[in-house]
DNA sequence: GGGTGCCTTGACCGGGCGGTCAAGAGAGCC
DNA sequence: GGCTCTCTTGACCGCCCGGTCAAGGCACCC
């Protein structure tokens, strides 16, 4: 467990190697019906390998949600960090997060089932809770500025991340296509959610 | 699977027993991690009787997908029916649909996991665009009368969706308490996200 | 009584699962 | 060559899985 090896080159890739076929397994056909022995015969290597490198198959996809999540916080956050406004850092981390998503459309599927689970749900939780986190952090600001109305960030961040995971569950599980249009839609919908209208009601 | 068996009212309460036995355990342990032997020990019957009333492990989680997914239309649409205007009725069921997630967090997580395998994404898609058309109709009601900006209704009814789903992961999976603000937070920004607002960007 | 479904049992099946491990290969360093 | 440490192999383990089925009980009809 808490005892680091020290991998090699060719170590270091035969692990990426297993990593990521083990992605594309999982997210296809699902991940308790893909066995171990399926990905080491897709990797062509022995069973062993695969318990060399990683602890259980329990381990590993935790291991890629937890290197997901990690991933994705970065890139929203360099899309945030190109702007000076607020607004403009929301809406482009939101469009940062979408083009994620849909480069990304199999760890998406991998997410859903982590939710499931509750071993799977608590990596994903304390991630989300990150990037959930960062995106409150300028909701307040605009808040500051009077940009939005006054409200809960952090619920705010939350519907706006659950707007996006929506989109993310279309490229991902969906047979239609996700055009241009529908980011647009999406995106207008979360800042006009956020911002606040006068209307009645 | 085509023949229709006629059952008895005894047939009838087993099955519905073996089949709220399996949504509960389904629900704490995932799907797959339960077996078909954990189900007809916890309702005390052998293991023939899980075969007499269901085809196999698969189709009963489709059984309990597909009736869930026609309940919540249900509760949808008896509380959209108790209004007039169409924006309140939005708003109604928008509600409903939050309150019946509350009372079913072990489907939402049910859910959550179909989501992720081909087979149930499936059955959950069918089930969704038919509770998201309900919505979308109700837009397109409320955009002729002027109360909405112009817009593609389908797309804001599963953004709706979304949110709301959102939501009910949090009943679901939260460790957290699910407050009233909470809920006034998510109705207030679909509407508002629904109606746009004049402001730039 | 006999007959006709509906229902129930639980031993049984073939198979595949996650995980282990003794044995050894290869590379790098002395 | 010898030593060390990373890495690889694949047969093997015990287990339990989803699903089958011959047999028999039970309820209600004639």
Request: proline fraction near 1%; charged fraction near 25%.
């Amino acid at each position: 467990m808490g005892e680091k090896r020290q991998l090699t080159r060719r170590g270091r890739e035969r692990r990426d190697k297993l990593l990521s076929y083990a992605t594309a397994r999982f997210a296809e056909n699902g991940f308790h019906p893909t066995s171990v022995s399926e990905i080491v015969n897709g990797v062509g290597v022995g069973k062993g390998v695969f318990y060399w490198y990683f602890e259980s198959k329990d381990q590993l996809l935790m291991e890629i949600l937890r290197e997901s999540l990690r991933d994705l916080r970065q890139t929203q956050a360099a899309a945030m960090a190109a702007h000076d406004d607020p607004l403009q850092q929301l809406e482009a981390g939101i469009r940062a997060s979408i083009a994620w998503s849909a480069a990304n459309t199999d760890i998406t599927r991998l997410v859903l089932f982590g939710w499931s689970e509750t071993a799977f749900a608590e990596v994903l939780r304390r991630g989300r809770d990150i990037v959930v986190a960062d995106t409150a952090r300028l909701i307040d600001e605009a808040i500051d500025q009077g940009q939005i109305l006054e409200g809960d960030a952090v619920m705010m961040a939350l519907a706006i991340r659950a707007v996006i995971d929506q989109l993310a569950r279309e490229y991902a599980v969906g047979d239609g296509e996700v055009g241009e249009a529908m980011v647009d839609t999406t995106v207008r919908m979360c800042l006009d959610g956020v911002r606040g209208t006068a209307g009645a009601s």
